[in-house]
């Protein structure tokens, strides 16, 4: 079975610092990692995916997320917060050895940035 | 088309009416997903499909939820005799992967899922 902590409900930044958002997994087989973000009655946006290669993976919208295998850990970061990144952000994981396998996600954590 | 596209976006019934869900998805996108997303944004799997055919229905509630995939129309999802506890964001999404195989190894499925913006359903 798969799981996904996302350990912090709130993060607040102010603008123009560096950002992280947590994450962190436990798979049984291969894990495949993604991060969506949902901005208010929106659905969720695609930012970036883990499959395999190289362990820091850019996305969309200047965000990154580095890949740690031995802390099963998948942070999502930006080195320059706006305020227009404020929305919701959900880590997700599926098993890349079971077959299109449904996501499992995490309960999400708001990111707030104060300008 | 290239999004997902979701209707309707509010839907309102009253406990024990039936709600119907519809989802285009990606054109050339061949599998489907239902989750739904309740209270506190927690995301639960219902179902897919690969083309018409249902792929995984491990999460579907059996009783009273249904859905299908025919060929030239959206997928549905529906909910007869719907209870308050089903008020929730349905979303759906689509992929691409085939899964072809290549030699003796499945070529695994790397593709994103990528989601439409929802049904809001209020059961009163």
């Known amino acids: 079975a798969q799981s996904v902590a996302q350990p912090e409900d709130q993060v607040n930044v102010a603008e123009g610092n560096p950002l992280t958002v947590k994450c962190t997994y436990s798979?049984?087989?291969?894990?495949?990692l993604f991060w969506y973000v949902q901005y208010p009655n929106r659905g969720l946006q695609f930012l970036l995916k883990y499959i395999t290669g190289d362990n820091l993976v850019k996305g969309s919208y200047g965000f990154e997320a580095e890949f740690n295998k031995s802390q099963t850990s998948f942070h999502l970061k930006k080195p320059s917060a706006l305020v227009s990144d404020s929305a919701l952000y959900f880590c997700a994981v599926r098993d890349g050895n079971s077959g299109n396998t449904p996501l499992v996600f995490g309960k999400g954590t708001r990111l707030s940035v104060i300008a | 088309g290239e999004e997902v596209a979701q209707t309707p976006k509010h839907l309102v019934r009253g406990e024990g009416q039936k709600a119907k869900l519809y989802c285009a998805p990606i054109k050339g996108h061949s599998y489907v997903f239902w989750y739904q997303q309740v209270l506190k944004n927690e995301f639960k799997f219902l179902i897919s499909f690969q083309n018409e055919n249902v792929f995984d229905e491990t999460g579907m509630p059996k009783e009273r939820f249904s859905a299908k995939c025919l060929p030239n129309s959206p997928c549905s999802l529906e909910i007869q005799a719907t209870k308050l506890e089903d008020s929730a964001v349905y979303f759906c999404a689509s992929s691409q992967s085939e899964g072809v195989t290549s030699g003796r190894e499945p070529v695994p499925f790397t593709d994103t899922q990528y989601f439409g913006p929802g049904t809001r359903l209020t059961v009163l």
């Open positions: 798979v049984s087989g291969n894990p495949y």
